[in-house]
């Protein structure tokens, strides 16, 4: 069975004060491993994709990286809107489901 | 250009009534997908669709829980005989395509109380 499991559960930060938030992944066969943040309110927005071990992507102060257990969001001196609940999700390539198999996300609060 | 789009926002209804959820993709997506967040709980993959049919229904939790998609678009989930723990937010999601690693993209959902 699929697993996700992200760590912290929450996160409070000063603004400017950079952390990595880790996701652990458990998967026969990794298709795909996705990072999505998450305002109240509102549904889970896409982020990044990242496909084989070794690889990052960078998209403003955030940076994603992949190993073969386990992915890190890198945030470089957050500002206080980057407060939100970060999500990774997996997606396996076996033929079963392709749906991805989510963790319970990392609750970040970056205070001013 | 337009996101998905889904409705109703909210949804209050007794315990025992059917409900319908309906789910408007992007325009292109093919493949379409629906998830449930309890409180507390990670997103949790119900059934997706690839055109108008559903490969996959093995997330459905009971069946009460049903899906159809007409047109290749618009997709409704429907919960018959509806339960308190049926209360929980219905996400939908489209992408390009499955199985080619394309991105879900997310809908506010429908934040469903059954009282």
């Known amino acids: 069975e699929d697993q996700v499991t992200q760590s912290p559960e929450a996160l409070r930060l000063q603004e400017g004060e950079s952390s990595s938030l880790n996701c652990s992944y458990t998967?026969?066969?990794?298709?795909?491993l996705f990072w999505y943040r998450q305002d109240p309110g509102k549904g889970p927005e896409f982020l990044f994709t990242?496909?084989?071990a070794g690889e990052e992507k960078e998209k403003e102060r955030l940076k994603a990286t992949l190993t073969k257990k386990e992915s890190f969001l890198h945030i470089t001196a957050p500002k206080p809107e980057d407060s939100a609940t970060y999500l990774c999700?997996?997606?396996?390539?076996?033929?079963?489901?392709?749906?991805?198999?989510f963790g319970k996300g990392t609750h970040l609060i970056i205070q001013p | 250009g337009a996101g998905v789009s889904q409705s109703p926002s909210n949804k209050v209804t007794e315990k025992g009534k059917d409900v319908e959820l309906r789910c408007d993709p992007i325009s292109g997506h093919t493949a379409l997908y629906w998830y449930r967040q309890s409180l507390g709980q990670g997103l949790e993959f119900l059934i997706y669709f690839q055109g108008n049919s559903a490969p996959d229904k093995s997330g459905l939790p009971s069946d009460r829980f049903s899906a159809e998609r007409t047109g290749g678009s618009v997709s409704t989930l429907t919960i018959q005989r509806t339960q308190q723990e049926d209360s929980a937010v219905y996400l939908c999601a489209s992408s390009l395509a499955a199985r080619n690693n394309q991105p879900q993209h997310f809908g506010d959902g429908t934040r469903l109380s059954i009282l």
């Open positions: 998967v026969s066969g990794l298709r795909g």
């Open positions: 990242l496909y084989s």
């Open positions: 999700a997996v997606q396996a390539s076996g033929g079963g489901a392709d749906g991805l198999t």
